[in-house]
């Protein structure tokens, strides 16, 4: 008896840690989507250098203090695309966000990171944030639908999508 409880044991720890090890993953890496992005000519990356009041407003939408001093990103005309980290539950999710004229074009979970709320990667989800635009609080114009279980990462890709647009904002106003 005690050999079929040991290996039960055995079977369910393998089971379970191959369940947390499911929702992680690479689903497009930042230079794909940069090179999707922009269909012409991929272009140069540029850098944003971050101000105190920048840095101020940045941890306004995240929640959270910002600690880097720059962020790179790419830019044609009234075109940018944003590769943006920010932690779920515990570890960091990648995300890419293309905007065009001050809309969000395309939005994508690139690297997944967590244990569960991978669902947020699909594509029934991301959807949500196409042509969403910042208003004037710096909150999305359009509300999103969160998923059951996947609380943190919605937060998370929420936070990201109105990032990116307040950056967005920034760094076309300024190319003007």
């Given at each position: 008896m005690s050999k079929f409880l040991s290996l039960s044991i055995f079977v369910l720890v393998i089971f379970f840690s191959h369940v947390s090890l499911a929702a992680k993953g690479v689903?497009?890496?930042?230079?794909?989507?940069?090179?999707?992005?922009?269909?012409?000519?991929?272009?140069?990356?540029?850098?944003?250098?971050?101000?105190?009041e920048d840095k101020a407003v940045v941890a306004e939408i995240?929640?959270?203090?910002?600690?880097?001093?720059?962020?790179?990103?790419?830019?044609?005309?009234?075109?940018?695309?944003?590769?943006?980290?920010?932690?779920?539950?515990?570890?960091?999710?990648?995300?890419?966000?293309?905007?065009?004229n001050n809309y969000i074009k395309h939005f994508k979970v690139l690297t997944f990171?967590?244990?569960?709320?991978?669902?947020?990667?699909?594509e029934f989800f991301s959807q949500q944030f196409i042509n969403a635009t910042l208003n004037k609080d710096n909150r999305l114009s359009q509300s999103v639908d969160g998923i059951t279980g996947a609380t943190l990462s919605v937060r998370a890709t929420t936070k990201v999508a109105r990032l990116a647009l307040w950056l967005n904002a920034k760094v076309t106003a300024n190319s003007l």
């Open positions: 689903y497009q890496t930042p230079t794909v989507f940069i090179s999707y992005s922009f269909a012409e000519v991929t272009p140069q990356a540029k850098v944003l250098w971050l101000t105190k995240l929640q959270h203090k910002y600690n880097r001093m720059r962020i790179r990103y790419w830019q044609v005309d009234n075109e940018t695309v944003w590769i943006l980290n920010e932690i779920g539950k515990e570890k960091p999710i990648t995300i890419g966000v293309h905007i065009i990171r967590e244990s569960r709320g991978d669902e947020v990667r699909h």
